[in-house]
């Protein structure tokens, strides 16, 4: 049964990164991104199956380090300031999305 959440999720992960990234480009990597971080310190005090699978598979197939890597790239061959801004912003919003996650946590 885990195995079939499993899958479940990871392809619900996959397909809403797939539409909000199509959508919404560096805005959908973005909200996908701290989205994901929030989730992961919502779930943090899960015990059970259910935090690895809605962790690994669904948030970890939602969320996208390449994305990012994509987008910091393409805005750093405008402006190194704009990558770097972007990359800084992404990093220091997930960690506060994540730290709020935690305090709100299940």
Known sequence: MTAVLFAAFAGIG???RWKACARWGKLGTLILNLSGAFGLGLISG????????????????????????QEVHS?????????????????VTGVAAAWLGVHWSL
Do not use: C, E, N, Q
């Open 75 to 91: 805005l750093s061959a405008l402006s190194k300031a704009r990558g770097a801004f972007y990359l800084a912003g992404t990093l």
């Open 46 to 69: 899960l015990d059970g199956p259910i935090a690895p699978v809605l962790g690994t598979a669904g948030i970890g197939a939602m969320t996208t380090v390449s994305g990012l890597a």
């Open 14 to 16: 996959a397909f809403t």
